[in-house]
């Protein structure tokens, strides 16, 4: 942590509200304060910043987090002006300038958005801005938004290729029980799925302000870990520590000669940002090819189809017991596919045309899966966001 040159550090809305839903000026200036000095210092530093929505709940006349989409957005419309202003004001007394970027889920899925995406953070960086990064609340809708910004902040660690990533919320590490059970133990350094074996995780807590919890900063720890980003949970309460390189927090490491690993944006995003919406079942043949050969799927190895989705969704691909091994975007319709089973693409070419000789999932949109680190909503350790 304290070598890193670029840092990407996501803060929740717990840790910036108060518990009617304003913004907490105190809170946000002594984390500002952190990031200051990081930057001044020389290391180069991303902000990605939830808390829109809560700041526009209090103006609003909104008691907690609306449920309905509509009034999310509207609530993000006004609460994110809010924040950035204070960011603004903040860093300002330290000499910095904040540069807002709003993206949604497709602009790290397609690739013409992730460049533009790519490109303008880079240049804020050259020009010493500190980016601060939220989802497009306003805009997002369920089906193309990455959950929280736990998710995002790996995947924009991954897109500016950081040193580290830091996830703030207010718990100051990730433990072996729930923090206010006699005896919990603080886990220091988690090197992969085994270290979490007997470790249970809990989804946000009850202030309403946050989406997130434990369980996702592990799936999100997970995510940069997979891109070769080390990443250390803890509080925003302990910032100053944390990026001091103080032991504090939870540290999840890259694997020995992974460090120059990085899967693709696209690879992440499937795998740990991407909502399936439906489910092909292969047969065993098809699930060898996938898993061993990374193969392609073709239609002639599955042998049902489950849910309702369009060309280009996400789909996992699930053996004959319902493990899901993989998870690809899929070019046919649900519609289109129950026709197709176990027909090879020659067949389908010379029945309909050249268009069904492809291949249902292609290989380079297909991502395998992996144990999760954790499973939103898994028992409880009464974390927010």
Do not use: C
Not at 74 to 97: C, I, K, N, P, W
Not at 132 to 152: K, P, Q, W
Not at 241 to 265: I, K, N, Q
Request: aromatic share 4%; net charge neutral.
């Amino acid at each position: 942590m304290r070598d890193a040159r670029r840092l990407v550090v996501k803060v929740g809305s717990s840790s910036l509200t108060t518990a009617e839903g304003g913004l907490d000026a105190v809170r946000l200036d002594a984390l500002v304060d952190v990031l200051a000095r990081r930057r001044n210092a020389g290391s180069e530093v991303v902000l990605v910043s939830s808390g829109a929505i809560a700041a526009g709940l209090a103006p609003l006349g909104l008691s907690k987090r609306p449920r309905d989409l509509a009034s999310q957005q509207a609530a993000a419309s006004v609460g994110q002006g809010l924040l950035l202003a204070e960011y603004a004001r903040a860093f300002a007394h330290a000499g910095l300038t904040v540069g807002q970027v709003l993206l949604t889920a497709e602009d790290v899925v397609r690739r013409s958005h992730y460049g533009n995406a790519q490109r303008t953070l880079e240049r804020l960086l050259s020009l010493g801005v500190v980016p601060v990064v939220n989802e497009n609340d306003t805009v997002a809708t369920h089906e193309i938004r990455f959950g929280d910004n736990d998710r995002l902040a790996a995947l924009v660690a991954h897109l500016v290729r950081a040193d580290a990533l830091v996830l703030l919320s207010d718990v100051d590490a990730l433990y072996d029980a729930p923090p206010s059970q006699p005896g919990a133990r603080r886990l220091e350094l988690v090197r992969g799925t085994a270290d979490l074996a007997e470790v249970t995780v809990g989804a946000a807590g009850a202030a309403g302000v946050g989406t997130g919890g434990m369980a996702t900063k592990v799936e999100a720890a997970g995510i940069a870990v997979a891109a070769g980003v080390p990443a250390l949970v803890t509080s925003a309460a302990l910032a100053g520590p944390a990026l001091a390189g103080e032991d504090v927090g939870t540290w999840f490491t890259v694997p020995a000669g992974r460090g120059g690993t990085r899967r693709s944006t696209r690879q992440l995003w499937l795998a740990h940002a991407a909502t399936p919406v439906g489910r092909l079942e292969l047969d065993d043949g098809a699930v060898r090819a996938v898993r061993e050969r990374r193969s392609s799927l073709l239609p002639a190895g599955i042998t049902a189809v489950h849910g309702r989705f369009r060309a280009g969704d996400p789909v996992d691909l699930v053996d004959r017991s319902g493990h899901a091994l993989a998870r690809g975007l899929v070019n046919y319709s649900s519609e289109e596919l129950p026709d197709m089973l176990g027909r090879t693409t020659g067949e389908l070419a010379r029945q309909w045309g050249p268009a069904y000789e492809r291949e249902v999932v292609h290989r380079d949109h297909l991502v395998l899966l992996g144990r999760p680190w954790a499973r939103a909503g898994t028992s409880t350790t009464g974390v927010r966001s």
